[in-house]
């Protein structure tokens, strides 16, 4: 009993003793730290989600206030508080709308496979192995990667089988941009919803081959778009955000529906029929216009 | 004469053939992750040894004059670890304000150094091997000594690396792995040495 007691009383006063010590020297080295730290800290998400690239939310506060980082380095944490952080630095409030991940793949299921893949259940690794268990090498390969690198709950492999994102849990920090081996997670405008979904930059025969939702780069949505917001680009179609007034005529032409909200067969159908309603109009109302030209020579 | 020599053996056996790293597999975890630039890698050895030494030291006279008089020897690990860790809070705490670039360089491996096994590694051996106190010290400071050693070398190696062709699977911390290894072979042939 005795040994169990001088144990604890020897240890106990070690401890004190240490714990002194290191009170005292902590104010002999006492390092003046800017009060504006704590407070932009304050501000900051606290998740230690590393999706500003430094080494925590202490980290990214000392960077802001160094000026190295922007105010609104920290996407978790929102436009308030980063207008918050703003004025800690005596900067005007930032103004920029709420961005989202997306992921630019909803093959899964659609999506030839070249092999079954039985390895560790991640995309790195998946990708390592004769380049990915996809014919597509562009394909999400729904091994959940990105899934694991969210802090905030926002990813799921849909029923599909590729990943997608919650917007409204998506504070858009970026880990899943940086855990996808294929670079297929981009930040969108959480307000647009008309969004293509292929990253396909293959040929049109390549890429048709390979998946039943992939983007070809036919062109037809980009001549459809009535505000050039859409563009065939590297042989896949993007969407120019800045343009798009969400119209969805894109998702009416898209012969793949490889843009969503995918258009159902009817509303396909009933596009088609009013086009072809309005051209033979301006055909009628064309030949009508020559015929009366015709009879005012004359 | 005899003391001189001893601490000679120690001196040497600690650099070389018993290098911690090398051949007692001792803190690894700090000597694969800041191993990537000669600095830092540097600036961690210095750390190591200062607080190896000072550990040494200290955990001689907690041990010899508190744990065994009192008859608590068994709890050595426990009341070492204690020491260690104040430390290296210590330390960094000194670092911090002495030499803020080092402090950032080192960055989380520096609070690592209380959990480095080397350091409870030295003073457990210490122990074990009833070192006096000036014996304790320099094997404390010739162990980190020979972990400075092996980690810069390994650092220029790695800095050396880039520059080398190898397969893309090796990228990383596999080739870093294999060329500890290979350290640790060539470290082997200093396994013989005796001083008399």
């Known amino acids: 009993m005795t040994n169990v007691i001088y144990a604890i009383v020897v240890l106990g006063v070690l401890g004190a003793l240490f714990g002194l010590i290191l009170a005292i020297a902590s104010k002999i080295f006492e390092v003046k730290k800017d009060p504006r730290e704590e407070a932009i800290l304050s501000h900051l998400a606290g998740a230690n989600c590393g999706g500003c690239g430094y080494p925590g939310c202490g980290g990214c506060a000392a960077a802001i206030l160094a000026g190295d980082a922007p105010v609104t380095a920290c996407a978790p944490a929102g436009a308030e508080n980063a207008a918050a952080i703003a004025e800690i630095m005596g900067m005007a409030a930032p103004t920029g709308e709420r961005e989202v991940a997306f992921v630019r793949c909803t093959g899964g299921v659609n999506a030839k496979k070249r092999y079954d893949y039985v390895g560790v259940k991640d995309c790195i690794s998946a990708t390592k192995v004769a380049g990915g268990p996809l014919e597509c090498t562009f394909g999400c390969l729904g091994f959940g990667s990105c899934v694991n690198a969210c802090q905030f709950g926002a990813m799921s492999i849909g029923e599909n089988g590729t990943a997608v994102v919650d917007p409204e849990k998506c504070t858009n920090c970026g880990a899943c941009m940086k855990a996808c081996p294929r670079h297929l997670i981009v930040s969108v405008p959480a307000s647009k919803k008309v969004h293509v979904t292929c990253a396909n930059q293959d040929k049109g025969k390549a890429a048709m081959s390979v998946c039943s939702s992939s983007c070809i780069g036919c062109g037809l949505c980009q001549k459809e778009c009535k505000k050039d917001a859409i563009h065939v680009v590297n042989g896949v179609a993007v969407v120019d955000y800045e343009k798009c007034v969400g119209c969805k005529l894109c998702t009416k032409v898209c012969p793949r529906d490889a843009i969503i909200p995918v258009a159902t067969a009817e509303e396909k159908e009933k596009y088609k029929a009013i086009k072809k309603a309005q051209a033979e109009k301006a055909a009628a109302a064309k030949k009508a216009a020559e015929e009366a030209a015709a009879a005012s020579a004359q | ?196």
């Not at chain 2, 597999?25 to 210095?46: E, H, N, Q, R, W």
């Open chain 2, 1 to 196: 004469m005899d003391q001189i020599f001893e601490l000679l053996a120690i001196t040497l056996g600690a650099i070389l053939a018993n290098n911690f790293i090398f051949s007692q597999f001792l803190g690894i975890c700090p000597f694969l992750g800041v191993s990537k630039k000669v600095d830092t890698a540097v600036g961690m050895g210095i750390a190591v040894t200062f607080v190896m030494g000072l550990a040494s030291a200290v955990c001689f006279v907690v041990n010899n004059f508190v744990l065994v008089p009192l008859g608590l020897g068994y709890m050595q690990t426990v009341a070492f670890i204690l020491v260690i860790a104040s430390l290296v809070q210590f330390i960094e705490m000194f670092l911090q304000k002495a030499m803020p670039s080092l402090y950032t360089a080192l960055g989380v491996y520096l609070p690592l150094i209380t959990t480095n096994c080397a350091v409870l590694g030295v003073v457990l051996l210490n122990v074990q091997n009833s070192y006096s106190f000036i014996s304790s010290v320099v094997y404390g400071i010739t162990g980190g000594l020979g972990f400075l050693l092996a980690i810069v070398l390994f650092a220029s190696i790695r800095e050396r690396l880039v520059f080398a062709e190898y397969p893309k699977a090796f990228e990383g911390f596999p080739i870093a792995l294999v060329t500890a290894g290979l350290m640790a072979l060539a470290f082997m042939g200093f396994s013989g040495l005796k001083i008399w």
